[in-house]
């Protein structure tokens, strides 16, 4: 019993350091501009588990993500339109598929020649 | 002035241990790297390849991947979109990281035209389990490449470990929550939710990781 004290001590004074710590490194990172919603999740549900992670259900989860990002007003962030162009060409609908690529396109210029690589694709 | 600094280090090492991290990560933020080469090439746009795996856990290039942009884009630079990229590269006769990582410069520039290529090698990924606890490793190197000139612009490495011990319940309790949790962690692969931690610390700690780019708004401090 008295050493459980002792050590219950020593386990709060860790908490205390530890919240420093944290509070040290959040004076270093701000918060996000982008609504990341989704996104990075479904990069690693696909690759470990790809049976949850069909390109329906992620369509469906983006599409989500789209409307918050709205409700927020924050810009969804990059790649985020071109992963999910390329959702919509596995299950072979070209015309949402090329809708986002362009809006990847339209939002971030720096990806025009990787979008324009899959729009000549679609056509 | 020799006496002084030496007097400095024996106070250090008599620290608690966490103590001693809390100095070392506060420096870390104080003495920042020499970014004149990152600042003169200016790069907007950055592709991100699949991590080189040198692990066991076959897991480790696509968990970390799938960190990387966030951290990246939120310090202000155009991310191409990881998977889309590593799919039309397997479509291309580069079956993993491995390969990727060998396609010249010039023709990355000349299919997908990022300002430069992050090549990421992952030392270390996984969970150990030492009898009444678990221990949690990422190690990750980076290297920022400019395609227009080949210059290596940043370097960075990361060393993140996590253990997890519980407190009380006696030693029965602690022997029976080490099983368990070992259950867990097994199946859940916890050596992801590490890897968002040290891809965050890697590429955005101030002096540390990647200057700001060119979305980057003004700080909202």
Not at chain 2, 33 to 40: L, P, Q, S, T, V
Not at chain 2, 47 to 53: A, E, F, G, T
Not at chain 2, 155 to 162: A, F, H, Y
């Amino acid at each position: 019993m008295h050493s459980n004290f002792k050590n219950s001590h020593k386990f709060s004074f860790k908490i205390i350091i530890l919240l420093t710590l944290f509070t040290a490194l959040g004076s270093c990172v701000s918060s996000t501009k982008y609504y990341w919603g989704e996104y990075e999740n479904i990069l690693y549900t696909q690759s470990k588990d790809p049976g949850k992670s069909t390109p329906e259900i992620q369509i469906e989860k983006m599409q989500a993500d789209i409307q918050k990002a709205a409700s927020k007003n924050q810009p969804l962030p990059p790649g985020f339109y071109a992963h999910l162009g390329s959702q919509y060409l596995e299950i072979g609908k070209a015309q949402e598929a090329r809708q986002y690529f362009t809006a990847e396109k339209r939002a971030f210029p720096e990806s025009t020649m990787l979008m324009d690589r899959f729009l000549k694709k679609i056509k | 002035m020799i006496f002084s600094n030496f007097k400095k280090v024996t106070l250090l090492t008599t620290f608690n241990f966490f103590l001693g991290t809390t100095f070392f990560l506060l420096l870390g933020c104080a003495t920042p790297k020499n970014y004149d080469k990152f600042r003169a090439a200016n790069p907007k746009s950055i592709l991100v390849l699949p991590p080189k795996n040198q692990s066991t856990d076959v897991r480790g290039t696509y968990s970390f991947l799938s960190t990387v942009t966030m951290p990246i884009a939120e310090k202000g630079f155009y991310v191409f979109p990881v998977s889309v990229v590593d799919q039309m590269m397997k479509e291309n006769g580069l079956p993993s990281a491995n390969e990727m990582h060998e396609v010249s410069l010039k023709k990355i520039k000349e299919i997908i035209n990022p300002d430069a290529v992050l090549y990421i090698n992952l030392e270390q990924y996984g969970t150990k389990f030492v009898v009444i606890q678990s221990q949690t490793t990422v190690v990750a190197s980076g290297k920022l490449v400019s395609t227009a000139s080949g210059q290596v612009l940043w370097e960075g490495r990361i060393e993140k470990v996590v253990a997890s011990s519980n407190g009380g319940g006696g030693l029965g309790g602690l022997l029976v929550s080490a099983m368990v949790s070992q259950a867990i962690n097994s199946s859940v692969d916890y050596a992801h939710d590490v890897s968002i931690i040290a891809s965050q610390e890697l590429f955005m700690t101030e002096g540390q990781g990647l200057v700001n780019g060119p979305y980057k708004t003004v700080s909202t401090k």
